[in-house]
């Protein structure tokens, strides 16, 4: 989508649309895998969580409370990718 | 062995329209022709540049942003005496296998050099250029990355550009 | 972007492994090339193929009389493959069968 079809949706609700971008940019041009994707991330937050090791939790709260809403947002994004690679199973062509 | 005539078609077909199909309106069309600037030169007395848009930098450098959605809008100076070994490939839009065993299929600096040792080319600008070409913003990449690209290009005495991918 | 180089003075070529998107894009010069996305110059090692592939891009910024032109290399995927592994075994690169 053109970056104008998106504000567009952003800018009346069209949450399907946007939802769909996000897929597409995660999923490697398709959705199906894109939704697969996100589940994944999840996956492999959760799983390094599950015998509750240690987190640099000052780091965590001051990054939320310091940073603004786009480079939150931006590392969201970063995560996401990070923690698909970590499991392996890599949908990509090159290099982070 | 001579090939059939389907060996010289792209290796993925319909690329524009697939592309085009996912993200409407992400992909240029422009039905209106550039005049050529003419080689005022021969070859072997101009000064070459080269462009990239396969983001290609020097190791050390800030990543190229490939996680974000909308796109990387800039450039990186990459100096045209480095060597492969110095440089990093930081895109997820196509295989990048062939150039992390050697650069050049990509990025031919080491090609260029000695084409300018040799005196094919006339000589090579002190940096090339670099950035990434996916961007789901094709204007803004033309108002702001395209125009400070081709002001750099210009400004560092290239007489001429070759660029890659296209 | 190479359009607005070539808008500065600054004669341009790309290569370009998407024909259809360089037919869209319409840049002032440009070499086509039948190989996988990410292997414009070629495959690594083939140092002749490499070289052959930027000359004949240079080469249009001299002759190439319209704007807007495609030229395409004569040069196949296959040939380049497979003097790649040819060149990478004579390397002592590779040893064994890969496949693809």
């Not at chain 2, 050697?102 to 300018?116: Q, S, T, Y």
């Not at chain 3, 840049?27 to 193929?49: N, T, Y």
């Not at chain 3, 009389?65 to 290399?73: A, K, L």
Request: charged fraction near 25%.
């Amino acid at each position: 989508m053109s970056l104008q079809y998106l504000k567009d949706a952003a800018a009346s609700g069209d949450t399907e649309a946007l939802i769909r971008y996000v897929r597409l940019h995660l999923g490697d041009g398709d959705e199906a895998k894109g939704r697969k994707e996100i589940d994944k991330a999840w996956i492999e937050a959760l799983k390094p969580l599950l015998d509750l090791p240690p987190a640099d939790r000052e780091f965590i709260h001051e990054t939320l409370t310091m940073k603004d809403l786009a480079t939150l947002a931006h590392l969201f994004f970063d995560l996401h990718f990070y923690l698909v690679k970590q499991s392996g199973e890599w949908i990509h062509d090159g290099n982070l | 062995m001579t090939g059939t005539s389907s060996d010289r078609e792209q290796l993925r077909p319909g690329l524009w329209a697939t592309v085009n199909e996912r993200y409407p309106g992400s992909m240029i069309t422009k039905p209106d022709l550039v005049p050529l600037a003419r080689l005022e030169k021969s070859l072997a007395q101009t000064r070459l540049t080269f462009v990239s848009t396969a983001g290609v930098q020097p190791k050390g450098t800030l990543p190229f942003d490939v996680v974000h959605p909308v796109g990387d809008y800039s450039f990186r100076r990459v100096p045209s005496t480095a060597e492969p070994a110095d440089l990093e490939i930081h895109q997820l839009k196509y295989p990048t296998d062939g150039a992390n065993r050697d650069l050049n299929v990509i990025f031919p600096i080491e090609r260029l050099r000695e084409l300018a040792a040799e005196g094919v080319v006339g000589g090579l600008t002190p940096d090339f250029f670099s950035f990434i070409g996916y961007n789901m913003d094709p204007e803004r990449l033309e108002r702001t990355l395209a125009e400070e690209i081709a002001a750099a290009v210009a400004a560092d005495g290239a007489e001429a550009a070759l660029l890659a991918p296209a | 972007m190479q359009r607005a180089i070539e808008r500065r003075g600054v004669p341009t070529v790309s290569v370009t492994v998407a024909r259809d998107v360089t037919e869209h894009a319409t840049p002032p010069r440009a070499v086509f090339v039948p190989f996988m996305m990410g292997h414009h110059f070629g495959v690594p090692f083939h140092w002749d193929l490499q070289r052959r592939i930027v000359l004949e891009a240079l080469d249009r910024l001299g002759k190439a009389e319209r704007s807007g032109e495609i030229h395409d290399v004569p040069v196949t995927w296959a040939e380049a493959r497979r003097e790649g592994v040819a060149i990478e075994r004579a390397l002592g690169l590779r040893t064994e069968r890969r496949p693809g």
